[in-house]
């Protein structure tokens, strides 16, 4: 099979929010989401609402990243074509 004329597809990294529920420590939390605008951290407790109410309203799953075509219901991020690479040969 040619691949030659294919172009790689990227994803972006998503967190499964009720696994995240279960088995992350408030050390693991503390701080790991940003208040918006960005900036100041998120306490351990905050986050668990926050991640308590995307399970309430039916997200499975969340982007660490900006994705556009996100689906939140477990599939995650569609994929994206990467921009074609310069020939440098």
């Known amino acids: 099979m040619n691949?030659?004329?294919?172009?790689p597809v990227?994803?972006?990294v998503h967190l499964d929010v009720a696994?995240?529920?279960?088995?992350?420590?408030?050390?693991?939390l503390?701080?790991?989401?940003?208040?918006?605008?960005p900036g100041?951290?998120?306490?351990?407790?905050e986050a668990?609402?926050?991640?308590t109410d995307h399970l309430a309203n039916?997200?499975?799953?969340?982007p660490l990243a900006p994705c556009e075509g996100f689906d939140y219901t477990g599939t995650?991020?569609?994929?994206h074509l990467a921009a074609a690479e310069a020939d440098h040969g």
């Open 3 to 7: 691949t030659s004329d294919r172009l």
């Open 10 to 12: 990227h994803y972006h």
């Open 19 to 28: 696994g995240a529920l279960a088995n992350m420590t408030d050390q693991d």
């Open 30 to 37: 503390d701080g790991l989401f940003q208040r918006n605008p």
């Open 40 to 45: 100041e951290p998120v306490t351990a407790a």
């Open 48 to 51: 668990r609402r926050v991640l």
């Open 58 to 62: 039916g997200r499975r799953v969340i």
């Open 76 to 79: 995650g991020c569609p994929g």
